[in-house]
């Protein structure tokens, strides 16, 4: 595997479900990212893990819940979540936590809350 | 407040022609970075270049151009002769100072026919 990898790909889930979103990056990076991309509204940062510390949580609902055991891992556990939470949620690393670092992104899961 | 506009919500052009993606910007900071980035249909956003606000130097990668200008707060994405495989949404995003959070533009879909 290369890259930023998300499993899965395709998540549908009912409001009282509990599930994960896991991410995996094999670039040696020190940085994590959980964003949120809905229809017709601009990416929007969720969470920012620098050497597997939570540094940034953007007023983000309790029912999502991120998870950092090292620096090539990370997870967003999702609970009791609701029909407007439905998005595609794509994870991305980076070299070091910061302004001037590139980041990679992962392929996204495809999330349906029904 | 920092702001990244995208003006051109979707462009439609046919195989072979040259065009050009517009980014405006707008920050107080002197400092500050500048990025492109590509989301084909398959979901994964592919960073396609950095530039600080430091380097005004116009870039080129093939058949992909970039256009910084500080004066206009502008930094334009040219695609030359461009292919059908170029389709896609294009973002251009801006980071300033110390923060984690890069400021997206809306995006702009860009379909090429043949």
């Known amino acids: 595997e290369t890259g930023v990898t998300q499993t899965p790909r395709h998540l549908v889930m009912g409001m009282t479900n509990k599930k994960s979103l896991k991410c995996e990056q094999h670039l040696g990076h020190n940085a994590m990212y959980w964003y949120k991309q809905s229809a017709k509204k601009p990416l929007e940062l969720m969470f920012v893990?620098?050497?597997?510390?939570?540094?940034e949580n953007n007023s983000v609902p309790s029912r999502f819940s991120p998870e950092c055991p090292n620096s090539s891992h990370l997870f967003l556990h999702l609970h009791t979540l609701q029909p407007e939470d439905s998005a595609l949620y794509l994870c991305?690393?980076?070299?070091?936590?910061?302004?001037?670092?590139?980041?990679?992104f992962g392929p996204g899961t495809r999330l349906t809350v029904t | 407040a920092q702001k990244v506009t995208q003006a051109q919500t979707e462009i439609s052009v046919v195989e072979k022609e040259d065009v050009t993606l517009d980014c405006v910007y707008e920050t107080r900071d002197t400092t500050y970075y500048l990025f492109w980035y590509k989301q084909p249909p398959s979901g994964e956003l592919v960073f396609l270049i950095r530039r600080n606000s430091f380097d005004e130097q116009n870039e080129i990668s093939g058949r992909y151009s970039w256009n910084f200008q500080k004066s206009t707060s502008s930094f334009n994405f040219t695609i030359t002769a461009s292919q059908v495989v170029d389709s896609a949404v294009y973002f251009c995003?801006?980071?300033?100072?110390?923060?984690?959070?890069?400021?997206w533009g809306a995006g702009t879909k860009l379909i090429i026919k043949p």
């Open positions: 893990y620098s050497l597997e510390e939570r540094v």
């Open positions: 995003a801006l980071s300033v100072g110390s923060n984690y959070q890069l400021i």
């Open positions: 991305a690393s980076s070299q070091g936590a910061g302004p001037s670092y590139e980041q990679y």
